[in-house]
């Protein structure tokens, strides 16, 4: 996994950089002053498809 270098706020955000037709999995968690909470469940998608 690689952590993306900019913060995601709200509940969309686009990602650069992606290949057309390659299959793309992404997780999220939420962080905060506290800490970080666990993973959600993994998210696929296929640019350009």
């Given at each position: 996994?690689?952590r993306?270098?900019?913060p995601a706020e709200?509940?969309c955000?686009t990602?650069k ?10 997780r999220?968690?939420?962080?905060n ?7 959600s ?5 296929v640019p350009?498809?």
């Amino acid at each position: 996994w690689v952590r993306l270098p900019y913060p995601a706020e709200g509940t969309c955000t686009t990602v650069k950089l992606l290949v057309n037709g390659h299959t793309e999995e992404f997780r999220i968690r939420a962080s905060n002053g506290n800490g970080e909470a666990d993973y959600s469940n993994t998210a696929t998608a296929v640019p350009g498809s």
